[in-house]
């Protein structure tokens, strides 16, 4: 039965950010059913660019976290000053990262993709591709110090505003300059990642100055950005370090998988992505209601109230618990609807069909994760879910080479070995939270 004292939170702050990662996921999965429609090779080349990208910028996505988990606790201390000062050191500081990450992509964007395995033309589309998107990076900062912004105070709503805006102007420029419609040249894969980038810019115009909301009980201030401390960002990274190499760890070892597909065949990456983002339907309610317990659990840490958290996170669990449900009878009977979205190919949707079924059964511990790291997190023990990635993207990575060169099991193997690593740390993370939310353990925090 869920709790009504805390489902109206976990609605309240996770809605609007369920809302915007789902409009962000339609946002992609249209792009890939663009450029699906022109050409298969152009999945395998987004799937590439687009993981390889991803990763080299969620350790900053990682940053926020730990400024949104500083900004919740210091909110529930009712210490708004000191909350401001570190959103100033971490925009500063975040935004001259993000510039290195770009300059490193800039001049080494072919040298990366073939240690990836790539040649050909598929090589050829993923730099065509990245060569325009890799812009994007220099906007990461603001991105990520804003979302912390809003999550840290528990007001998700101008999330979900700039997603829609960038929602909208990349599908309409992805028809428009993919297709070469309104008298625009046909620009095919590079049309895509223009609308993208142009998309990201658009949002960014309204995130960024809704975050000096005077609404907001810790906002972004010009005087806070004009005397960032490092000293303030050192704590940043003290939280967001943890959580940062979680996500990259995670985003490393989906990477490694994805060079597996691409020694599987040309189109295994392809198939790969088709169904990851699928699966991320699912998945997005699952991080939203994370990042809801995660600001929840940060403020009752603050308020020194943690007696709490465990049933914050039993009611999000049930929540979560129900979206898998459904999302894995939608999976295992009707796999093909999902894969006729993005592909008429009768041998792709063939071999998507049974990875689907594997998926659906991805879903549960999954969601276990999530939810439970978020409550860990919100607490401040970022150094526990470091320790479990670490773990969980070895095994992952052995487990999926063993599948696919030792057994020679294909997508299927990559597939079961998420599967596996899913399992058991959901298993791990439950018996460390249950013990740290046991009252002799809240008492001595």
Request: glycine fraction near 8%; hydrophobic fraction near 50%; charged fraction near 10%.
């Amino acid at each position: 039965m869920l709790k009504s004292s805390f489902t109206k939170p976990l609605i309240k702050i996770g809605t609007p950010v369920f809302a915007s990662l789902v409009i962000g996921q339609v946002q992609r999965l249209t792009d890939q059913a663009f450029l699906g429609a022109v050409s298969a090779e152009y999945l395998s080349a987004v799937s590439n660019a687009s993981f390889s990208i991803w990763t080299s910028i969620s350790f900053l996505y990682a940053l926020g976290t730990g400024t949104a988990i500083l900004l919740s606790q210091k909110i529930g201390e009712k210490n708004y000053s000191q909350g401001e000062s570190i959103l100033g050191s971490s925009l500063l500081y975040t935004s001259l990262i993000s510039a290195l990450v770009f300059l490193g992509w800039f001049l080494g964007d072919y040298l990366i993709y073939t240690l990836m395995g790539l040649d050909g033309n598929v090589l050829l589309l993923t730099l065509k591709y990245s060569r325009i998107y890799m812009y994007s990076i220099l906007l990461t900062g603001f991105f990520t110090t804003s979302q912390a912004i809003f999550n840290g105070n528990g007001q998700n709503k101008a999330m979900f505003v700039s997603a829609i805006i960038r929602s909208g102007v990349n599908i309409f420029l992805d028809w428009v300059l993919i297709f070469g419609k309104l008298g625009f040249p046909r620009m095919g894969i590079e049309g895509a990642a223009l609308a993208t980038l142009i998309a990201d810019i658009a949002g960014l115009c309204y995130f960024l100055p809704a975050a000096f909301s005077k609404t907001l009980l810790c906002r972004l201030s010009s005087a806070s950005i004009k005397h960032a401390q490092f000293a303030k960002f050192k704590s940043v990274v003290a939280i967001g370090i943890p959580a940062g190499l979680e996500d990259l760890l995670w985003n490393v070892g989906n990477l490694l998988l994805i060079r597996l597909c691409n020694s599987i065949s040309p189109l295994a990456a392809g198939i790969y992505s088709l169904v990851f983002s699928v699966s991320m339907i699912p998945a997005l309610a699952f991080m939203a209601l994370g990042s809801a317990s995660t600001t929840l659990s940060g403020i009752k840490t603050g308020e020194k109230n943690t007696g709490h958290i465990r049933t914050i996170i039993r009611t999000s669990l049930l929540m979560s618990s129900i979206v898998a449900a459904v999302f894995m009878v939608l999976f295992c009977t009707v796999p093909d609807f999902f894969s006729r979205i993005f592909t008429s190919d009768l041998s792709v949707i063939d071999q998507s069909r049974n990875i689907f079924i594997i998926s659906a059964f991805i879903l549960l511990p999954k969601s276990g994760n999530m939810i439970f790291g978020g409550g860990i997190r919100g607490m401040g023990k970022t150094r526990w879910m470091l320790y479990t990635q670490i773990c969980g993207t070895v095994f992952v990575v052995i487990a999926g080479y063993l599948m696919v060169v030792v057994f020679k099991t294909g997508l299927a193997g990559v597939f079961t070995a998420m599967l596996l690593d899913e399992l058991i740390r959901v298993i791990i993370n439950r018996v460390y939270f249950r013990k740290k939310t046991e009252p002799e353990e809240v008492e001595a925090a």
